[in-house]
T-cell receptor, first 113, second 114 residues
């Protein structure tokens, strides 16, 4: 069965701290995609990054970075020098080629000034 | 460019009533989907469509119907509302391929069943 686990329900940090959001997935498929989405307090869902199962290159985009490790079935997300505007719920998602899409339960990040 | 538009934004129903949640996109996306978001459970896929005339079930399809007569529209029908269907519903769309494409989400419909 396909599953995504985000073990951290809530995280609270002070502005400028670094924070890592964990994502562990389960699937027997060899072809899949992983995504991160952000849901700010306004409620909309915003796409952040996509990674396919054959590309283990880490990625950095400004203050955001992602670490994909197939050996541990993890796709973790790090925010460097966090800001108040980073406060949101972050979802990790697993997508298979049969259109089965599974989201994690989300991690609520609060960045305090 | 409106993106994905959902209506209504809020709705209160009584148990047993039926209603349709509307979803329209203007990006000519082939893939469209419906999710429900419940506290502590993330988003769960209800139904999806890979193109006009083609629909399929997701993880939690029971109690919901969909149809896709045009590329733009993908309505979600609740046949006989139950309190367990109280949730926030999101419609999403993406380019052909669905599973490997980022999804564009609507703003959501908050539905309460009394």
């Amino acid at each position: 069965a396909q599953k995504v686990t985000q073990a951290q329900t809530e995280i609270s940090v002070v502005e400028k701290e670094d924070v890592t959001l964990d994502c562990v997935y389960e699937t027997r498929d060899t072809t899949y995609y992983l995504f991160w989405y952000k849901q700010p307090p306004s409620g909309e869902l915003v796409f952040l990054i996509r990674r396919n199962s054959f590309d283990e290159q880490n990625e950095i985009s400004g203050r955001y970075s992602w670490n994909f490790q197939k050996s541990t079935s993890s796709f973790n997300f790090t925010i460097t020098a966090s800001q108040v505007v980073d406060s949101a719920v972050y979802f990790c998602a697993l997508s298979l080629d049969n259109n089965d899409m599974r989201f994690g339960a989300g991690t609520r990040l609060t960045v305090k000034p | 460019n409106a993106g994905v538009t959902q209506t209504p934004k809020f709705q209160v129903l009584k148990t047993g009533q039926s209603m349709t949640l509307q979803c329209a996109q203007d990006m000519n996306h082939e893939y469209m989907s419906w999710y429900r978001q419940d506290p502590g459970m993330g988003l769960r896929l209800i139904h999806y469509s890979v193109g006009a005339g083609i629909t399929d079930q997701g993880e939690v399809p029971n109690g919901y119907n969909v149809s896709r007569s045009t590329t733009e529209d993908f309505p979600l029908r609740l046949l006989s509302a139950a309190p367990s269907q109280t949730s926030v519903y999101f419609c999403a769309s993406s380019y052909t391929g669905g599973y490997n494409q980022p999804q564009h989400f609507g703003d959501g419909t908050r539905l309460s069943i009394l």
